[in-house]
């Protein structure tokens, strides 16, 4: 503290030391401009039954599609599942001569689309199709010139999701496709005619 105070003494400056402040000093000064309008705060937890609060971004979505080809009608359907449970389905019409393999691809590409529109990152794709899944696995060779246009787009589409995986199951698992199915087949719509989504709500 010497040396500071010759080293200052050449420019007229003082150096004066620190007193101590009393902690009823600080106190008395916080007090004397307490806010108006100041609220304690409310430590209460209205929700203390919660072990945790976790966010479902990268809790995985499912995805189950089915078609169908007839003499009738072209039809496919496919249903998205949050993973809180909700159902989003789309079903629709093709104009046009296709295979029941084809029919399958025009399903699951219609469903990827919904979940990219969705912005779905994690997904879980299940069909009753061997043959698509197996070949969209890797598992199954895919020699038909026209499915491999169709495989070629769902890989194409892969690629807006950080991991996705493709499940075979039995037909009679794949509820909510079969009974779009069922409901594409018994209505008659016109190609000018829009129609809205529909809502289901179980209670």
């Known amino acids: 503290m010497t040396r500071w105070q010759i080293l200052l003494s050449e420019f007229d400056i003082v150096y004066v030391s ?3 402040i009393k902690g009823s000093a600080i106190v008395e000064f916080l007090a004397s401009r307490a806010l108006e309008d100041y609220e304690p705060l ?4 209205p929700n203390e039954e919660l072990m945790c609060v ?19 009608e072209n039809g496919i359907r496919a249903a ?17 001569d296709c295979t029941n393999n084809i029919v399958e691809y025009e399903a699951c590409i219609m469903g990827l689309r919904a979940a990219i529109e969705r912005r779905i990152r994690t997904l879980e794709v299940y ?5 698509v899944i197996y070949q969209l696995k890797g598992e199954w060779e895919t020699t038909d010139p026209k499915l491999i246009n169709y495989r070629n ?12 995986t493709f499940n075979y199951i039995p037909r009679d698992e794949n509820q909510m496709a079969d009974a779009l199915a069922t409901l594409v087949s018994m209505i008659k719509v016109n190609k000018e005619e829009v129609m809205r989504p529909i809502q289901m709500s179980i209670f």
């Not at 409310?42 to 937890?45: L, Q």
């Not at 787009?153 to 996705?164: C, K, R, S, T």
Request: proline residues 5%; hydrophobic residues 35%.
């Open 42 to 45: 409310n430590f209460d937890f």
């Open 153 to 164: 787009i769902v890989l194409g589409l892969l690629e807006e999701f950080n991991d996705i």
């Open 18 to 20: 620190q007193k101590a």
């Open 80 to 96: 998205l599942v949050s993973p809180n449970g909700d159902y989003y389905p789309s079903t629709c019409k093709l104009d046009f």
């Open 54 to 72: 976790a966010a479902t971004e990268d809790y995985p979505w499912k995805l189950s599609f089915d078609g169908t080809s007839n003499a009738v």
């Open 127 to 131: 069909g009753d199709s061997e043959l």
